[in-house]
């Protein structure tokens, strides 16, 4: 017990000091953009890039650990969509946010912080084949789906290229792709580089989590409430489960991969979905209750979790 509380503690305790000081006069939201775009362009990527350049064991990679967490989040991504349909009658680029928003955690903000505190660097490997994957397998399903759906018709010449910038300007991707990439060649990272890296790294996880709690101010519950506590309960309670059931019966995951998946499938709908709504401006209102809800909400759901797989650590 003593160890689940150092580790939810803190990763929630930052949060809410973002909270609070966001709530100042002083504190002006560009502070929190600003701190976001360090954490998301310059802290995260020092922090993946140095821990993948040192070489990943390649030998000991569980497959199973993208193959399960990527159908449960498909099979629910189509789930959710029909359901929102049939319940809400929501339309088709209102599905694809709906569903995304269902599947898509806070990856970056809250799980790399929450990984490395809970399982430290054994941790990375599974933590890297599930962010590797993340946007690229889940953002070209809802961009499709909303290019598709959007008023005007659909221009297929734009989709092309919305998803190779969807990739190739995602710093989280690149930062992963050529770490390994440096990793594979043996070469070591020069002193200077590798100092200056873990200055970066090092802030990443404080400064996420606070630059998080700082955004969630500016987010309002608004639109209808039902549509987002029912995607917060899908991403909180439905996806882990899912993919604990998939991942430990079907794939039968070691048990440190398993907790790593099944915590990163606990994490709530990320900001990525209200980002994305805002720039179809579609389901904006909503996207912004669910990530709010579930962020919230996942101080119980998570500590729930933790306390569920921690015991790995001492196995």
């Known amino acids: 017990m003593t160890n689940l509380i150092n580790i939810v503690f803190p990763v ?18 560009t502070v929190s953009k600003g701190l976001s775009d360090f954490v998301y362009f310059l802290a995260v990527p020092a922090l993946l890039f140095s821990l993948t350049a040192k070489g990943l064991p390649w030998a000991q990679v569980e497959w199973g650990i993208t193959v399960s967490y990527f159908a449960v989040c498909y099979l629910l991504f189509i789930v959710s969509c029909l359901f929102s349909f049939k319940v809400f009658g929501l339309s088709l680029a209102q599905q694809a946010l709906f569903g995304m928003a269902g599947v898509f955690g806070n990856t ?46 659909v221009d297929l010449r734009r989709i092309p290229k919305l998803l190779i910038q969807t990739i190739c300007l995602n710093p989280i991707i690149m930062a992963l792709v050529f770490g390994t990439l440096w990793g594979l060649t043996e070469v070591g990272v020069p002193t200077g580089v590798t100092k200056l890296l873990e ?19 500016q987010l309002k519950l608004a639109g209808d409430i039902s549509e987002s506590i029912t995607v917060a309960i899908i991403k909180l309670a439905v996806m882990p489960l899912s993919v604990w059931m998939v991942g430990g019966y079907v ?65």
């Open 199 to 217: 200055l970066l790294g090092a802030a990443a996880a404080p400064c996420a989590l606070f630059a998080l709690g700082a955004s969630l101010v």
């Open 12 to 29: 929630f305790g930052l949060i809410g000091l973002g909270m609070a000081m966001a709530r100042h006069p002083a504190f002006q939201p």
């Open 108 to 153: 970056v903000l809250m799980g790399i912080p929450l990984i490395m505190s809970a399982f430290g660097e054994a941790g990375v490997l599974p933590l890297a084949m599930i962010i590797s994957f993340h946007s690229i397998f889940l953002l070209p399903l809802v961009i499709v789906m909303a290019e598709v759906a959007r008023e005007g018709g």
């Open 251 to 315: 794939f039968e995951l070691p048990q440190l991969w398993l907790a790593v998946a099944v915590v990163m499938a606990a994490l709530p709908s990320g900001t990525m979905v209200f980002l994305t709504a805002q720039r179809y401006d579609l389901f904006v209102q909503r996207a912004a209750s669910t990530v709010l809800i579930s962020t919230l909400a996942s101080v119980v759901t998570l500590t729930l979790v933790l306390w569920l797989v921690l015991p790995v650590n001492h196995q």
